[in-house]
């Protein structure tokens, strides 16, 4: 993107309200330092007004206008919400959830996407607007859809069921190959043909594991096709605007490490909630998986809610200078841009309640105000766009087959998947340390530590990839249910852990020891003796430290972990300098212990900041952001800063 100054605006929704509005819009966009609004994203309906009537005249104007006041357009494709007509037309399009209710018109993303009808008809809108909009000089970029898979991430239909079977027999080959890969001689689940396949719908127990993957899979696969349906028709007609659709954070249903490859930059919608103390620590985890998932590109925050969103039981307002210090939270984790949902708040729809840059109450309103003044901060740090993020030297492996597999039904424990990376990002954002997400088998050469929590399914190739860390002398650490699957989620047998991780680490694992969650106690009771020294929580396990160094102990009376190895280390072999394979059996409380023998073992020196405070480099600058509402006094390359409380130095 040939870009001058950091994207600031956000979603802008003309068609709500009276063409009169629209001068003023302009006018307090120019005030607010807006240079960039997202239009048209739910604007079918009134564009394509009977089958193929259309009425682009509304669009024009507004486009015309925005370009004269100096504002550029990340234009949708308009594709996110099919108008009534076309539901009553083609009924079939609506998608259909898994107890086989058909989910009606009347609110958004009423489609199925695997609807060859709704594609054509997308595809169709795709091609007018990219044909009377290509050479507008206000384009900037194409936003394809919205947030793809939000609602509807699966869809049950007949129509869905049969791609679903062209992606089995795609996948597959032979109807024998899938009963291998689904482990089928269990419950008499063997099939004879690709025909007798259906979605994994409601069952009277549970569903075949490989199948609900699978489902998993094709599902994302069937939204990307929809996308890139899309773009097939935009990098045709208009070749060279960039294309992107908006990412959402950690969001399982999507492998946005797929997607990522077909965008031309990375945007992400982030609404952590304001009245949630952990959500910095979230939004920094999301903000660096953005900056990976563009392969450390500058990304853009695509959406970010003024003040409250309206979807939560209680939606708490951001309290004053939190929306400027998540803002420039995103800047300094890499964002070129920072956009909000929406522009003006709206007066009607389900949305009324949700803040707006525009308040209900006008201008002379606080958020209008700091929506101001974020405008003038943002143009004084232009020099920063384009810039890289410091290289991160840690990198915490992120898998969405492992996610998905991890929190199935019928395992040892449910566990959350998120929460298992969060508290490994966190432990190192506390130190003021990036952190890059890496899918299992990507190049690990340029880490000093990678860490696998949960890394639940792991290919021969990501094991091998994984083990060879230490040998080149970096640290390697794996925490519990890693390893525990291959990709068609048969276990791996013998100890778990595939027999390239049991012999990097040392280690290998007989049972799985979860402590349960009974009126709100563990129980077990987990503490540890050793490195880590406390309480643990969430899992336990029966490991055997064969040729590891025990350096935390499980102490929890009458279990079967008392007095067993919890945290263990294996050094690399000789020429490997400092390299070592830790294996972590629980969740520590004091887990900043464990990070910190890490990071000594890596030569790595990042001491714990104070509480709240974050701290990241980028393009020369440093961001000393304050989360706390306390002033804090920061040690900076040696420098005191001092930071006011729910405020930011950038120096
Ligand atoms: C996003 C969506 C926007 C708006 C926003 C409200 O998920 O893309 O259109 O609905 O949420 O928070």
Not at 345 to 354: I, L, N, P, V, W
Not at 359 to 385: I, M, N, Q, Y
Not at 598 to 603: F, M, N, Q, R, Y
Not at 624 to 632: P, R
């Amino acid at each position: 993107m040939a870009q001058q100054q950091i994207w600031y605006g956000g979603d802008y929704n003309p068609e709500q309200w009276p063409q009169a509005v629209w001068a003023e819009d302009v006018q307090l966009m120019q005030r607010a330092g807006v240079n960039m609004v997202t239009l048209a994203v739910f604007s079918w309906g009134l564009l394509e007004v009977a089958d193929d009537q259309w009425d682009f005249g509304w669009l024009d104007r507004i486009m015309d206008q925005l370009h004269q006041g100096g504002i550029k357009v990340d234009l949708a494709t308009a594709t996110a919400a099919p108008p009534a007509w076309l539901v009553r037309a083609h009924p079939e399009i609506l998608p259909v959830a898994a107890d086989g209710t058909r989910l009606e018109f009347g609110s958004r993303q009423s489609y199925n996407p695997s609807s060859a009808t709704y594609r054509a008809y997308a595809t169709r809108l795709t091609r007018k607007l990219a044909e009377r909009y290509g050479s507008h000089p206000a384009l900037a970029a194409w936003h394809v859809g919205n947030e793809f898979g939000c609602h509807v991430a699966r869809d049950y239909s007949a129509e869905s069921a049969a791609a679903f079977r062209g992606w089995l027999e795609r996948r597959y080959g032979t109807v024998e190959a899938l009963n291998q890969a689904w482990g089928t001689a269990f419950w008499s689940q063997h099939y004879t043909a690709f025909d007798h396949v259906e979605p994994p719908r409601a069952t009277p127990t549970f569903p075949n594991p490989t199948q609900l993957l699978d489902f998993d899979r094709f599902s994302s696969d069937a939204l990307l096709e929809c996308y890139l349906a899309e773009v097939a028709v935009l990098r045709e007609v208009t070749p060279g605007v960039p294309i992107t659709t908006n990412f959402m954070g950690f969001f399982k249903p999507v492998d946005y490490w797929r997607w990522a490859q077909e965008v031309d930059f990375v945007c992400d919608d982030a609404y952590p909630d304001p009245a949630d103390p952990a959500s910095p620590g979230l939004a920094a985890m999301m903000r660096d998986l953005m900056r990976s998932l563009g392969g450390g590109k500058p990304w853009i925050l695509m959406e970010q809610a003024p003040s409250a969103v309206n979807w939560r039981e209680r939606n708490a307002p951001k309290p004053a200078g939190q929306y400027r210090l998540w803002s420039l939270q995103a800047v300094a984790r890499g964002a070129d841009g920072v956009m909000q949902f929406q522009w003006r708040q709206s007066a009607a729809g389900a949305e009324k309640f949700h803040s707006g840059m525009v308040p209900h109450a006008g201008t002379e309103t606080r958020v209008f105000r700091e929506v101001e003044a974020l405008g003038a901060e943002l143009k004084s740090l232009a020099g920063l766009v384009g810039s890289l993020c410091e290289p991160s030297r840690v990198a915490l492996v992120l898998d969405w087959d492992s996610w998905r597999a991890l929190e199935q039904a019928a395992v040892p424990a449910s566990l959350d998947y998120v929460a298992q990376l969060q508290r490994w990002h966190s432990a190192f954002w506390r130190r003021g340390l990036g952190v890059d997400f890496v899918p299992p088998e990507a190049d690990l050469s340029a880490y000093d530590v990678v860490v696998a929590p949960a890394a639940h399914v792991l290919s021969q190739a990501a094991r091998q990839n994984l083990a060879a860390v230490p040998g080149r002398g970096g640290q390697l650490v794996v925490a519990y249910q890693t390893g525990v699957l291959d990709p068609d989620l048969h276990v791996l047998l013998g100890g778990y852990l595939g027999a390239e991780l049991r012999e990097a680490l040392g280690v290998w694992v007989e049972e799985f020891a979860p402590p349960a969650l009974v009126a709100g106690q563990w129980v077990p009771e987990l503490a540890l003796d050793g490195l880590a020294a406390g309480p643990a929580t969430d899992w336990a396990e029966v490991l055997h430290a064969v040729e590891a160094e025990v350096l935390a102990t499980f102490r929890a009376p009458g279990a079967l972990v008392d007095g067993q190895p919890a945290v263990t280390r294996r050094p690399a072999g000789p020429g490997a300098g400092a390299g070592g394979a830790w294996y972590v059996a629980t969740a520590p409380a004091a887990l900043d212990a464990l990070a910190a023998a890490i990071l000594e073992a890596a030569g790595i020196a990042a001491p714990l900041l104070p509480a709240g405070v974050e701290v990241a480099r980028r393009g020369g600058r440093t961001f000393v952001l304050n989360h706390a509402l306390e002033e804090q006094r920061v040690a900076v390359d040696g420098a005191a800063v001092v930071v006011p409380g729910r405020d930011a130095a950038i120096i």
